[in-house]
């Protein structure tokens, strides 16, 4: 099966012979009667509730995209819409005065009622077309393909044929080329591949800071669509990982795929001492307690504080068992708690005897000033005890 790329064909064009049976709902032709707009196989047209269409309007109305279409080329200078009818459906109503859509201020606007300008916007508005020709076996199981198991595009790779334009070919250039020489400092902290568009993924996602809201790197291509130049992509990028290679000397392979755009906007303003970082680095992957070396990074960002983003590794349950009944057994003797703390109160709870199950165990010393998880550095305290404690 053959499949091509069509972004030149507009709304005008498409909507050029347009009609629709209201009773029917179906049968109908645009494309100056090369295309059939509802062949058999298609749902019946489920968008004339006042929302959908409207929504299919309003988004070509304000440059969003509206999605891909495909056609399949039945004969020379016929084809009929696989995927898209809806939307074409909605176009060629509302072209034709079948539905209104409202302004911010609630007034009702049919095609007819906008000014030259408004209309021609939306004349020229080009579509994203894939035509495909093949047997009709393979179209068919193309069909359940994009329908069912979804399009067999990455994300990344659809979002480019979406918003095809001059920013998508520049940028490409720049982050799909795998003969780029950048590619392999970039792959330090990046996870993917070049042609699999996922450098121009992340670069997306750190300036449109997707890691926010994943809409916003759609949103920002289809701002960007018919921008010359990729400037600000390509700045952004490069900042964050000049930033990265000036704070973290050396590359560690749990460098890659972290969400640098986000650790670049929370922490690029602090000072560091490229020197002392490496240090820090190195000790730390030296700690056999630091279950979570993808952690390290951002630790060391936020100043070494926040210890969950290395799950320390906690004390294990015969650890727990036997340092619980050497505890309890000297309180039982000196008729006090077996919770240490709970010896040193004044209330009831000093001569308390906790169940195994009632405490949780605790580093003497603090992991992060140097305690270890062995026997030797390890207490039980009761949960209110040890939760106060861990909150200091
Ligand atoms: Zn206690």
């Keep these: 099966?053959?499949?091509?790329?069509?972004?030149?064909?507009?709304?005008?064009?498409?909507?050029?012979?347009?009609?629709?049976?209201?009773?029917?709902?179906?049968?109908?032709?645009?494309?100056?009667?090369?295309?059939?707009?509802?062949?058999?196989?298609?749902?019946?047209?489920?968008?004339?509730?006042?929302?959908?269409?409207?929504?299919?309007?309003?988004?070509?109305?304000?440059?969003?995209?509206?999605?891909?279409?495909?056609?399949?080329?039945?004969?020379?200078?016929?084809?009929?819409?696989?995927?898209?009818?809806?939307?074409?459906?909605?176009?060629?109503r509302y072209l034709t005065d079948k539905f209104p859509v409202f302004d911010d201020k609630g007034v009702a606007k049919y095609f007819g009622g906008l000014d030259e300008g408004e209309q021609e916007r939306i004349y020229n508005t080009p579509l994203t077309i894939y035509i495909c020709e093949g047997t009709e076996l393979e179209i068919k199981r193309w069909f359940e393909t994009i329908n069912i198991v979804g399009v067999p595009l990455n994300k990344q790779e659809l979002a480019n044929a979406i918003h095809s334009g001059p920013f998508v070919t520049k940028a490409k250039e720049e982050f799909s080329n795998s003969e780029n020489s950048n590619i392999q400092k970039w792959s330090a902290y990046i996870n993917g591949s070049a042609n699999r568009q996922d450098f121009l993924r992340t670069a997306l996602e750190w300036v449109s800071k997707a890691y926010i809201d994943d809409d916003n790197i759609n949103a920002y291509m289809s701002k960007h669509r018919y921008d010359n130049n990729i400037n600000e992509l390509k700045t952004y990028f490069t900042s964050v990982i000049e930033w990265i290679s000036s704070v973290f000397i050396d590359v560690e392979k749990e460098m890659k795929g972290l969400c640098w755009g986000e650790l670049y906007e929370k922490y690029h303003k602090k000072p560091y001492n490229p020197t002392e970082v490496s240090k820090l680095v190195q000790k730390l992957y030296d700690d056999t307690y630091i279950n979570n070396r993808k952690g390290i990074f951002e630790y060391i960002l936020g100043g070494c504080v926040d210890t969950k983003l290395l799950d320390v590794r906690i004390f294990d349950d015969a650890t727990k068992r036997k340092v619980y009944k050497a505890q309890t057994q000297e309180a039982e003797e000196k008729k006090k708690s077996n919770c240490p703390l709970c010896a040193l109160g004044k209330d009831n709870n000093k001569v308390r005897i906790w169940k195994l199950s009632e405490m949780d165990a605790d580093h003497i010393t603090a992991w992060s000033k140097g305690g270890a998880t062995d026997i030797k550095n390890c207490q039980m305290l009761c949960k209110t005890h040890n939760r106060a404690k861990g909150n200091k």
């Design 1 to 92: 099966m053959e499949t091509k790329l069509r972004t030149d064909i507009t709304i005008r064009e498409i909507c050029e012979g347009f009609v629709y049976n209201e009773f029917e709902g179906k049968g109908l032709f645009g494309w100056s009667g090369k295309l059939t707009i509802q062949p058999e196989y298609q749902r019946n047209y489920i968008y004339a509730d006042g929302k959908k269409d409207v929504a299919v309007i309003k988004s070509i109305m304000n440059e969003y995209p509206i999605g891909l279409i495909y056609f399949v080329k039945t004969a020379e200078n016929k084809y009929e819409i696989l995927d898209g009818q809806q939307r074409i459906t909605s176009i060629g």
